[in-house]
């Protein structure tokens, strides 16, 4: 089991930026896919981006394709997630994930990671 710890969220107005880290202990993540989600009010949680244990492999939802871009690090266990051009409607808390699977590329759907983060809120003002 791994555990994460998100880090980085706040108050932002509307297009402004934020980078969010998500830093990993208790296993490397070297060879797992790791994600990140986010979960409004009200909401269900969705997948916001996902990358494979090198970087070489990243996936993204629609709505922050262009906007978003996630990285890893793995010399520092940690996986960053920069928001640029936030909007009001990216508010949400984020949650990092990590799978323990070695047969995914990358994860776009809850059920293919294992372990997540507390959560770190963003709220986005307009």
């Known amino acids: 089991q791994v555990q994460l710890v998100e880090s980085g969220g706040g108050l932002v107005r509307a297009g402004g930026s934020l980078r969010l880290s998500c830093a990993a202990s208790g296993r490397t993540f070297r060879y797992y896919p790791m994600g990140w989600f986010r979960q409004a009010p009200g909401k269900e949680r969705e997948f916001v981006a996902g990358?494979?244990?090198?970087?070489?492999?990243?996936d993204y939802v629609d709505s922050v394709k262009g906007r978003f871009s996630i990285s890893i690090d793995n010399a520092k266990n940690t996986v960053y997630l920069q928001m640029n051009s936030l909007k009001p409607e990216d508010t949400a808390v984020y949650y990092c994930?990590?799978?323990?699977?070695?047969?995914?590329?990358?994860?776009?759907?809850?059920?293919?990671?294992?372990?997540w983060g507390q959560g770190t809120q963003v709220n986005v003002s307009s």
């Open positions: 990358i494979n244990w090198t970087g070489g492999s990243t």
């Open positions: 994930a990590a799978s323990q699977s070695r047969r995914l590329l990358v994860g776009v759907r809850i059920e293919d990671y294992d372990d």
